[in-house]
Each structure stands twice: as structure tokens, then as C-alpha cells.
């Protein structure tokens, strides 16, 4: 059974610092994607990593897959509160299902 | 483009009750996906259908849950009879019929509460 684990699980930044969210999988996927969720809202796509090596930046956010190592990463930089939400990132595995990590939780402090 | 449309956003309904669900995909999107979100937690699949058939309902509790996409364009789920534990938000979401591109957009959803 494929097992998605993000961390960290809850994370309080400072606005202006930098930080990463890793999300480690445990079976073989070269499909991963980054979602957004704010509360009581539903999901928004952020990125869609789709090879070994993949890198896509959009705003102060970038994502990056390492299939070897099964490891994406969604690194922060200069956080504004505007970012504080809830990250989760998805593993496509065949049938193109997805298997969502539990979700990291992000406040951004002023 | 108009998004994945679900209803109702809310209900509440006591345990042992019945409740459906209902799901319209972005036009064109031929899979459609039912996922469970449990408070805290990241979604959980429960069925996937493409067109009208049905392509994963491994983890769907099949004694109490059922789902159906008739004409393979909007899909239906029910639950007979709930229980506390499925208080949850339960969300649509689509796909496109690019041939490797499985990015899922997703529904506002529905959030369930069972008292």
C-alpha cells in the first residue's frame, strides 16, 4: 500500500523567512502534485511534477521531484501571511489515481 | 471554464439516516473521482469512475456506501444508513482526458454532519 508522509505536519513561520515541506512516498511514481487548501475550501492545484528532476516556481513557492529518492519538496521563500493555508501534496499511481499526504499545515506570523 | 459543481455544500443528518451527494465534472473530463476528507486529514479516494464504469471502488464501504454515474457525465453518492464516522467534507473532482495528465480539479465539495 502506497504511503504518502509529509512533515512537517505544522508548521509556524515568521513573514520574511524561508522554509521547506518535504513529502516522502513509498512506491515507484513519477507524478506529483502540490495542492493548496484554505479553510473550508476546497483543493487548488499549485504544481504538477511530472519527470525525475522536475522544478516549477510560481510566486515564493517551488516544487521539486526526485523519483530516486521518492522525495518532492515545496520550499517557502520570504513567506507573507497571504501564504498561511493548508499543503498537500498527491502520488499518481496507475489508473491515475491519487494518494494525498496528511497535509501541512502553514501560518505565516506577521 | 466552469469548475466541478457539487450540492449541496452542507448538511446534517442524525445517524442510521440516509444522504445523497451529487457531482457535475468540467465538461469533457471523462474520470471522475469521489474522495473522502476527514477533518485533519488528507482525502481519501473512495471511487473512480471513467465514463460510466467504474475503475477503483477498493476503498469504498461498500455496505453502506454506493455511487453511480449514470450517462458518464454527473455521478451520484449515497449513504444508507450513516454512521457518526462519516462526518466529513466528501469531494468531487475531474480530470482531463490528456493521455498522462491525471492534475484532478476539484468540486467545493460537501460537508457532512452526522449527529
Known sequence: ELKVEQNPLFLSMQEGKNYTIYCNYSTTSDRLYWYRQDPGKSLESLFVLLSNGAVKQEGRLMASLDTKARLSTLHITAAVHDLSATYFCAVGTSGSRLTFGEGTQLTVNP | ?115
Open chain 2, 1 to 115: 471554464e466552469a469548475g466541478v459543481a457539487q450540492s449541496p455544500r452542507y448538511k446534517i443528518i442524525e445517524k442510521r439516516q440516509s444522504v445523497a451527494f451529487w457531482c457535475n465534472p468540467i465538461s469533457g473530463h471523462a474520470t471522475l473521482y469521489w474522495y473522502q476528507q476527514i477533518l485533519g486529514q488528507g482525502p481519501k479516494l473512495l471511487i473512480q469512475f471513467q465514463n460510466n464504469g467504474v475503475v477503483d471502488d477498493s476503498q469504498l464501504p461498500k455496505d453502506r456506501f454506493s455511487a453511480e454515474r449514470l450517462k458518464g457525465v454527473d455521478s451520484t453518492l449515497k449513504i444508507q444508513p450513516a454512521k457518526l464516522e462519516d462526518s466529513a467534507v466528501y469531494l468531487c473532482a475531474s480530470t482531463p482526458p490528456y493521455p498522462g495528465n491525471t492534475e484532478a480539479f476539484f468540486g467545493q465539495g460537501t460537508r457532512l454532519t452526522v449527529v
